[in-house]
Every structure is written in C-alpha cells, then in structure tokens.
C-alpha cells in the first residue's frame, strides 16, 4: 500500500504543476499582448527615425568634401576594442530564449577576438549577468532590472556610457545583441552594429522629396541630435522587442510543461491502477489460503 500512497502524492504534485504551468501561460499571454503593441509602435517610430537620419548624413556626406567625416558614420573594419550590449531576461521558465542569446554573444566575441579585438561586455538582463559571472567573465556594465521593465529613461542612461566611450575612443565599435519578437511561435537573434552608424540599406534617393525644412548650415547640428536620439531609441527598442519574444517564449514553454504534465498524470495514473490490482489479487490470494489452510 505504500507504493500506492507514493504514487497517489507524485499524480497530486504533477497536477499541481499542472496548474501552476497553465497559469503562467495565461499570464504570458496577457503580458504579450501589451507588449506587442508597444512593440510594433516602437518599431514604426524606429523606421522613421532611421529614414531622418540617413537624409540628414546623406546631406552632410553632399556637402563636405570626401563624404560624412563623423566618427558615428565612419567605417572600422579593423576595431582595436568593440563593445557588446546585449539584453536577456531578469527571469527564466522560458525555454532555450535566454541561452540562444548568449550563445550569439559567444559566437560574436570568438570571432572578433580570432580577428585581434579586445571584447568587452555589457549586460542588460539577469540571466545573462549570472551566466558571465559564473563563468567568471568580466562585464564592464551589467543592469539585473532593466528588460523585464522597459523605460526609456533607464535605457539611454544604460547606453549612455556606450555612447561616451565610443566618442572618447576607448572603443571601436558597438554592436547590440538581442533575442527579438517575429511571431507567436518564433525568435530571432539579432546582432546590429549600433556604432559606427551604416547607411548603407537606407539611402535616400535623389529624386525622393524632403519634408524637412532644415538649413543647411543647421545639417551637422541637427544629425549629431538625432544620432543620439538613434542610439537611445535602438536600445529601448531592443529592451522591449526583448520582452515581446520573452513572454512568447515562456507561452510555448509552459504550454509544453502542461502537456508533459498530463502525459505524466496519465502514465502515473495507469502505473496508479496496475498497483492497486496487483494489491487486491494479492489481498484475494491471501484471503483464499487462509480459508484453504482452515478446511
């Protein structure tokens, strides 16, 4: 009977889980559907905000002789340093979502450092600090609250340091590494090289019509401005794009934990049953030889 007994508390425990694992989807699902939208309004603002910029360098690129001259939009195809941000989750119970980030990361680092670049790491998401800290790699920056709670304020102060030693030339290059959101049932690694600025799939075309009213002398001001604006928003798109694809990835996850859940229920449920007969034929046999050694 205490096979049974054991059996009985692992087919409770499973349900349990069962339940816990269901509710997390729900909550997924609801938190999903918010960030989705602040996803794709994000995503349209970013679209814009790359169109006006590569206007305004296209424009600056016209006028001083030799092309656009800012560091921002200076090619570096031998970098000595080359930061890398990179955003996971502060949680897990999401599948392969966090490691398919910092397997990216590896991957990128390895490549760069065979090339002869010093790499340096910055961390958006707890996940990925633990995992460097654990591997006792060195992270210059590292924020354990941020992608679970995108704000845009918190962003641009995260990157702000990026930004400041890039323009210092402490650093060559700065690429940004994100697990971003392309369907219900889909995320995508994404590597951009957030600096130097690369116009290259965002030309303006020459007979396309401006709506910017700009003077001339006020080109290089205003593409400074908005290079910074570029940068913030990148990030703060990064962080909720992020969380877009985390939360669908926990749905698929917990959605896959409640089915094995109930593949588990079931196969205890039988083991449950086959139990017990064999302990009422047990019981019946016994019964029997008693009353047999009686006669």
Known sequence: MANLKEIKIKIGSVKNTQKTTKAMKLVSSAKLTRTRQLSEQARSYAKKINEVLSEIANRVSKVQEGGNKEKAFT????????????????????????????????????????????????????????????????????????????DYDRAVDFIKDVVTDFQNGETDKVILVYNGFLNMLTQEVRVTELLPISLDNAEVSETETSMLEIEPDDDEEVLEELTGKYIDFNMYYALIDSLAAEHSARMQAMEAASKNAKERVDSLTVEYNKARQAAITTELIEIISGVESLK
């Open 75 to 150: 090619p570096n195809e031998n970098p000595k340093t080359v930061d890398i941000v990179f955003v996971t989750a502060d949680k897990g119970l999401c599948g392969g979502f966090n490691m398919a980030t910092i397997k990216s990361v590896n991957r990128l680092a390895a490549d760069l450092e065979s090339k002869g670049s010093k790499v340096r790491y910055r961390v958006a998401g707890r996940k990925g600090v633990d995992f460097f800290s654990f591997q006792k790699i060195e992270m210059i920056q590292k924020a354990t609250d941020l992608s679970s709670a995108p």
